[in-house]
Every structure is written in structure tokens, then in C-alpha cells.
């Protein structure tokens, strides 16, 4: 169990590191893109279906409004 935190917090830094040379269009795809994941495969869950088809469905999802929200945010 230990070792899978270890990697867990090792992913979880690297992809904070990775986010420095982004844009805010590029971090915003990226930020909605996992929400959505976890969204949809938590609603899925919770509603008997597939989580993985729920994560795909809200990464999608989370990606485009994350997208437009970071295009958004850059015009200023």
C-alpha cells in the first residue's frame, strides 16, 4: 500500500511540475479534462453504470469547457 501512495504522490507532482510551461487555454483543458474523468466515473458509480465509460464521457466533457474557459481567461 505504501508503495502505491509513494507512486501516486510521485504522479501527482510530476503533473503539477508539467503545468509550468502551459497556457491557460492548455492548463484549462487539462484541469477540466481530469474533473471531468472523476466526475463521470464517480456519477457513473453511483448510477450503476460503467465507471470507465463515465470517466471518458467527463474527461471529454471537462476538457471542452475547460478549453473555453482557458481561451477565455487568456483574452484578457
Not at 509550468?20 to 457513473?44: E, K, L
Not at 450503476?48 to 471529454?60: D, H, L, M, Q, Y
Not at 469547457?65 to 481561451?71: E, L, R, T, Y
Amino acid at each position: 500500500m505504501k508503495r502505491r501512495q509513494l507512486i501516486g504522490a510521485a504522479l501527482a507532482i510530476a503533473s503539477a511540475a508539467a503545468c509550468t510551461n502551459m497556457t491557460p487555454q492548455q492548463q484549462g483543458t487539462v484541469t477540466g479534462a481530469g474533473i471531468g474523468a472523476a466526475a463521470g466515473a464517480g456519477i457513473a458509480a453511483i448510477a450503476g453504470g460503467s465507471g470507465w465509460t463515465g470517466a471518458a464521457i467527463g474527461a471529454v466533457a471537462g476538457g471542452v469547457a475547460g478549453n473555453i474557459k482557458g481561451s477565455k481567461q487568456q483574452q484578457w
